[in-house]
């Protein structure tokens, strides 16, 4: 089915572990971003990218690093894991910034501990 | 303070009733998108308002661009236990640079 992939759905990590979470869309969006989700936050944007080799900042970057070697992937590593990472993270994909719909994966719970 | 403020936080109603949420910012935005989330789900796009003054309706949904294009609201006439979840809307343009920016959200309950 077309659409955003996120694994794993559910990740629990120790404090100073680092891990990747993972995220492909197979619609030919040239936009993706990750946002995480805290209670009355709303979502809140990590990174973006506008296309293959290029990424940006969000508004909460911090702890967090991606890349982007093809349309389809954009894996976000936590490089080491804090308590205030935990969080659910959301993957989106659209054609363009703006008027065009954004297409969300399922999201990921992380837990750190 | 975020870009894009969401009132209220929270709405719990019951079924039959109508309901209004508001997505108010400083800054103009070139287009506006409302989205609604169930548990352990995405968000999915309702709606893309991108005229100032512009009104869109998708069945019981109203949704409005503000003449200046830097609020909205949400407006569901007889509501069902169906529509409970989280709706949030989104701005993109000048104000949030090259990317979307969201809402906090506004948690909506409907009870039967």
């Known amino acids: 089915n077309a659409g955003v992939t996120q694994t794993p759905k559910f990740q629990v990590l120790k404090t100073g572990q680092s891990m990747t979470l993972q995220c492909a869309q197979d619609m030919n969006h040239e936009y993706m971003s990750w946002y995480r989700q805290d209670p009355g936050m709303g979502l809140r944007l990590i990174h973006y990218?506008?296309?293959?080799?290029?990424?940006d900042q969000g508004e909460v970057p911090n702890g967090y690093n991606v890349s982007r070697s093809t349309t389809e992937d954009f894996p976000l590593r936590l490089l080491s894991a804090a308590p205030s990472q935990t969080s659910v993270y959301f993957c989106?994909?659209?054609?363009?910034?703006?008027?065009?719909?954004?297409?969300f994966g399922q999201g990921t719970r992380l837990t750190v501990v | 303070t975020q870009l894009l403020e969401q009132s209220p936080q929270f709405l719990s109603i019951q079924e039959g009733e109508n309901l209004t949420v508001y997505c108010n910012s400083s800054s103009v935005f070139s287009s506006l998108q409302w989205y609604r989330q169930e548990p352990g789900e995405g968000p999915v796009l309702l709606v893309t308002?991108?005229?100032?003054?512009e009104v869109k309706k998708l069945k019981r949904l109203t949704f409005q661009f503000g003449d200046a294009r830097k609020d909205s609201s949400l407006h569901i006439t007889a509501a069902q236990p169906g529509d409970t979840g989280l709706y949030l809307c989104?701005?993109?343009?000048?104000?949030?640079?090259?990317?979307?920016?969201f809402g906090g959200g506004t948690r909506v309950l409907v009870k039967p």
């Open positions: 990218s506008v296309g293959a080799g290029i990424t």
């Open positions: 308002v991108v005229t100032g003054g």
């Open positions: 989106a994909s659209s054609y363009s910034v703006g008027a065009s719909e954004a297409i």
């Open positions: 989104a701005g993109a343009g000048k104000a949030a640079g090259n990317k979307l920016t």
